[in-house]
T-cell receptor, first 112, second 112 residues
Framework: GENVEQHPSTLSVQEGDSAVIKCTYSDSASNYFPWYKQELGKGPQLIIDIRSNVGEKKDQRIAVTLNKTAKHFSLHITETQPEDSAVYFC???????????FGKGTSLLVTP | NAGVTQTPKFQVLKTGQSMTLQCAQDMNHEYMSWYRQDPGMGLRLIHYSVGAGITDQGEVPNGYNVSRSTTEDFPLRLLSAAPSQTSVYFCASYLPGADTQYFGPGTRLTVL
């Protein structure tokens, strides 16, 4: 089955700096790659996603890049703010998106 | 819309007891899934359903049963709880084509 690895497991940045989280996947059939943000005591919430026919996608301060050849994708957060502090999960799916394989998560701390 | 709701929020069981975790969604989504979240393990898929009357196993199905008699509800049953099932359980629903899984707030289960 699909194996998704995520790094780093923890990340601490100063407010205003950029943060980058990287994931690799094993199944070349995977074609959908979402990123979720989970705040303490809440369920994960989708923040951005990308499909395998696209190399990069941006949404304001958040961007995701995908390298299909190397089987890795990354989340980039620019101009970080304290409210960006949360656990971020990457995921991959080779189906229609309903059965996701998640990475183990990255705990991001943005200090003022 | 209430989105995805889960009950109870917290539950403590003794080994061998049975219980049902409830999940409901009011978005008329065909697809629903159950995940468990353990420290350092990310989210792992237990069971999923692509419509009423149709269910399938995910990555970690042992010890859990599901059924889907209506579009709205997708309960998860633990027939004989074990300490290894201590976890936070998340239900999610998904609309094909919309590419977003909506997660509930979770149920924190402790098995003594």
């Amino acid at each position: 089955g699909e194996n998704v690895e995520q790094h780093p497991s923890t990340l601490s940045v100063q407010e205003g700096d950029s943060a980058v989280i990287k994931c690799t996947y094993s199944d070349s059939a995977s074609n959908y790659f979402p990123w979720y943000k989970q705040e303490l005591g809440k369920g994960p919430q989708l923040i951005i996603d990308i499909r395998s026919n696209v190399g990069e996608k941006k949404d304001q301060r958040i961007a995701v890049t995908l390298n299909k050849t190397a089987k890795h994708f990354s989340l980039h957060i620019t101009e970080t703010q304290p409210e960006d502090s949360a656990v971020y999960f990457c995921a991959a799916s080779s189906g229609s998106g309903y059965a996701l394989n998640f990475g183990k998560g990255t705990s991001l701390l943005v200090t003022p | 819309n209430a989105g995805v709701t889960q009950t109870p929020k917290f539950q403590v069981l003794k080994t061998g007891q049975s219980m049902t975790l409830q999940c409901a969604q009011d978005m008329n989504h065909e697809y629903m899934s159950w995940y468990r979240q353990d420290p350092g393990m990310g989210l792992r898929l237990i069971h999923y359903s692509v419509g009423a009357g149709i269910t399938d196993q995910g990555e970690v199905p042992n010890g859990y049963n599901v059924s889907r008699s209506t579009t709205e509800d997708f309960p998860l049953r633990l027939l004989s709880a074990a300490p290894s099932q201590t976890s936070v359980y998340f239900c999610a629903s998904y609309l094909p084509g919309a590419d977003t899984q909506y997660f509930g707030p979770g149920t924190r289960l402790t098995v003594l």
